[in-house]
């Protein structure tokens, strides 16, 4: 352990390459973000810092340029990464669709749809799973787990499964959606159900990781963001070959915060790399349900820490989270790229559901907050005409099949021949 020489905020965007400390393997280590403290990145477990609990990144001695990356999906961008392989099963490389009308009816220059639920599992979990399973196998650990509102444990049953190790999963009993418990279930992991909500799920399993009994793969694992980086590479890269420039916001919802500061994170390297200016980094822009909006919370009232909501409820059952872990990295990231937070409605989620729908795509509620949201800041003048924008959606239709039906269109019972069908289609 070493304490290095460092700016006053390390989380600036800002700042150059750092030179590797004693502790880096092959240029690689862990850092805590309050302290400085430095560990080496694969010799023991660890989770937060050892000398004041503070949440770690990893850090690299050279960081890659674009023309670095080559070849598909999250590996493509090993360089930026910790390992050169992970526990893959294709993940990355997901359409950022075009939707003109909704476009249009937002009122914005350019708008794209980052579709995360075309991932293996059907959420950009993948993403962090494929690097976090990998890392679990280098250290040699058998067990793995997670707290989860249902994606989390989807993924790791998945990828843990591929990697020939055992999965266990907690959750907030009564409140995960259908499609993600069938996925962690056939998949073999051990399910647990917590009578409790999902915060309540992380401070148990927090314990137990903490007590070496599993493998922690939350996003407070450091080695999961790293994979979730590549979202933001890929958004960047998609809008310099079809705009020529980089988008102006990416609009995101937030549940425990760690796309926010993973996409924070891809953006400060990129910044240090030489590749983006500080003022072509785009804003970051977080979504939560009104009845779960924490990071929202502290963001309207420049808070440096977000405060604990003990009951939250949302149908957006995937950010009915009221405390989000990786709330230290995802502030900074928030404030310094000039975006901004916002609340909306398990309504508003619902009708931005549908418009998604009417474009063809199928998300489910927590990823439609995204565009319910940057309606929301149109409307209010946040967000200006003149902006390019990437709204995130992070999970599939087809993972929370209740609330897509009660969203659509009912069945209608017809008789079983066809001048019945006629008569009801003529009514
Ligand atoms: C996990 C998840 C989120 C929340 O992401 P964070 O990185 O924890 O903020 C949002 N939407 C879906 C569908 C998810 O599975
Ligand atoms: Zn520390």
New binding site residues.
């Given amino acids: 352990m070493s304490q290095p020489d460092r700016s006053p905020s390390p989380l600036t965007l800002t700042g150059k390459s750092q030179p590797a400390p004693a502790a880096a393997v092959d240029g690689t280590w862990l850092e ?1 973000i ?4 430095t560990f080496a990145p694969f010799e023991s477990v660890r989770y937060t ?1 050892d ?4 949440l770690l990144e990893v850090r690299y001695d050279e960081l890659p340029t674009f023309d670095d990356f080559s070849g598909t999906g999250v590996w493509r961008y090993a360089d930026a990464l910790p390992l050169e392989e992970g526990v893959t099963t294709q993940e990355g490389d997901t359409p950022l669709y075009r939707v003109p009308r909704l476009e249009t009816d937002i009122g914005v220059e350019a708008l794209r749809i980052k579709h995360e639920g075309m991932n293996p599992t059907g959420s950009f979990k993948d993403r962090g799973m494929t690097v976090g399973v990998a890392v679990a196998r280098e250290l040699g650990v058998d067990r793995l787990a997670c707290a989860s509102t249902g994606n989390t444990s989807a993924a790791l049953a998945a990828y843990g499964s591929r990697g020939g190790m055992e999965t266990l999963v907690l959750l907030p009993a009564g409140k995960v959606a259908a499609g993600k418990i069938a996925q962690a279930s056939l998949h073999g992991a051990r399910i647990l159900e917590v009578d409790g909500n999902f915060d309540r799920c992380l401070d148990i399993v927090q314990e137990l990781a903490a007590r070496g009994e599993v493998y922690l793969l939350n996003s407070l694992n450091p080695f999961r963001l790293e994979g979730q980086k590549t979202i933001g590479l890929e958004i960047l890269e998609g809008f310099r070959d079809d705009y020529g420039t980089w988008p102006d916001r990416i609009v995101l919802p937030v549940g425990n915060a760690g796309n926010t500061s993973a996409l924070y994170k891809a953006f400060r390297e990129l910044v240090q790399a030489g590749e983006l200016a500080p003022e072509e980094v785009p804003k970051l822009t977080g979504v939560q349900a009104e009845g779960a909006a924490p990071m929202v919370e502290a963001v309207e009232n420049g808070a440096d820490e977000v405060r604990r909501w003990e009951s939250v409820e949302t149908k957006a059952t995937a950010i009915r989270i009221g405390n989000p872990v990786n709330a230290p990295k995802a502030l900074p990231g928030i404030r310094e790229t000039g975006g901004t937070a916002i609340a909306v409605s398990d309504e508003e989620i619902t009708t931005a559901q549908r418009d998604l729908a009417e474009e063809g795509i199928g998300v489910e509620p927590a990823s439609a907050a995204s565009v319910a949201g940057l309606r929301k800041l149109r409307e209010q003048g946040v967000v200006s005409s003149d902006e390019r924008v990437a709204c995130l959606t992070t999970g599939h239709l087809l993972k929370d099949p209740d609330a897509a039906a009660a969203a659509g269109r009912d069945p209608e019972p017809v008789p079983a021949d066809t001048d019945g069908v006629l008569e009801v289609l003529h009514e």
């Fill in positions: 805590c309050e302290c400085g403290e810092c000398a004041c609990d503070g």
